[in-house]
């Protein structure tokens, strides 16, 4: 499989690098200067810094709004774990997916997903705790929060303006995993350290004897930058399509799809109200259940698609969003945004 020595995507404001090796598995530059980065899983008493890369390649859209990174990771140790990572990427934000399994009949009891570093001096931490319907803010010093709630959201105020955010992506059941087994515990940690402010992330820990299904693992994420006092939607706007309830539904983003397929050149504006939880499992495919999930990463996803459509059509696209618990986001501000062009920072001529 091809190995990139590095994937990079740059943007007006923004550059995005994807490593195939190392402490880092990716980082978020903005405006000249590292704000976010993400390191390796661990499971057990293995780091996936300590493996092996399998794989590394990038594909940029023909229409230049997106770009996307593949990656493959695989700790040679215990039963051999493989760490497959995929990464989209459009101007100041992105999302990634992350696809853990243990091989050779192996299990995994104990899981620490990637740790969130927000680098720079920061001067304020926001949070959003499931189960809360308060964001909170606190200074950026010890330790912010630490517990087995997990923080949904975080965003981190710097000195000079800028902001940078990471969500846990919509599937809040995934990272509630260790509700599944007795004795298990999940634990996330937010402190200040002299580089930032770091998110540890344990999913999962359950004692050793103690059985634990046979299974692969995925987990999903969106982060992004901006400035701090950011505005909302900054696109031209002739048409709109207003979504009411979750927008996780596939009845309303087939109405949503079907809408924007009959745009012409238009500017189309897609609005979202309500809340940033639902509980109806019909939504994620547990019909008769209710399973807590989100749409943020529903709303990512069909910003990129809705983008490339209306792009080959000569018009524009962007989301409006007044989910209280996304108040001063500044991922939903960059979807507020039309999709501007990104290039591969590798080649020695690239042009925005």
Not at 2 to 14: F, G, H, Q, R, W
Not at 69 to 84: D, K, L, Q
Not at 216 to 234: C, I, S, T, Y
Request: hydrophobic share 40%; proline share 3%.
């Amino acid at each position: 499989m091809k190995i990139e020595s590095l994937v990079k995507v740059v943007s007006p404001d923004a550059v995005f690098e994807v490593y195939p090796d190392g402490n880092e598995s990716a980082a978020l530059f903005f405006e000249g200067r590292k704000v976010l980065s993400a390191g390796r899983i661990t499971t057990g008493k293995f780091s996936e810094s300590t493996g092996l890369s399998e794989k590394l390649r990038k594909h940029f859209a023909n229409d230049g709004l997106s770009a996307e990174a593949e990656s493959v990771n695989v700790i040679p140790f215990g039963c051999e774990y493989h760490v497959a990572r995929q990464w989209k990427f459009a101007g100041n934000c992105g999302e990634l997916t992350c696809d853990i399994a243990a091989d050779n009949g192996g299990r995994i009891h104990e899981l620490t997903l990637e740790e969130i570093t927000f680098t720079g001096r920061a001067v304020a931490v926001e949070y959003w705790l499931l189960g809360s319907a308060e964001v909170i803010t606190a200074p950026a010093e010890g330790v912010i929060c630490e517990g087995s709630t997990l923080p949904v959201r975080v965003k981190v105020t710097f000195d000079d303006g800028i902001a940078a955010e990471f969500y846990c992506g919509d599937d809040f059941w995934r990272h509630n995993c260790a509700a599944n087994y007795s004795g298990a515990a999940a634990s996330h940690r937010i402190y200040a350290a002299d580089d930032g402010i770091h998110w540890v992330r344990q999913v999962l820990s359950v004692p050793e004897d103690q059985e634990v299904e046979k299974r692969p693992w995925r987990f999903k994420a969106l982060f992004g930058a901006g400035k701090a006092d950011a505005a909302g939607v900054n696109s031209e706007t002739s048409a709109r399509f207003t979504a009411e309830g979750c927008f996780a539904a596939p009845v309303l983003r087939r109405n949503f799809r079907a809408f924007i397929r009959k745009q012409q050149a238009n500017g189309v504006l897609l609005t979202v109200a309500g809340n940033a939880v639902c509980n109806d499992g019909s939504h994620i495919n547990r019909p008769g259940k209710a399973v807590q999930h989100g749409m943020i990463g529903e709303l990512f996803d069909e910003y990129l698609w809705a983008s490339s459509a209306m792009a080959r059509k000569g018009g524009s696209f962007a989301i409006e969003s007044s989910l209280p618990e996304f108040s001063g986001s500044v991922i939903t501000a960059n979807l507020g945004k039309a999709a501007c062009e990104v290039a591969d920072g590798t080649q020695e001529e690239f042009e925005l």
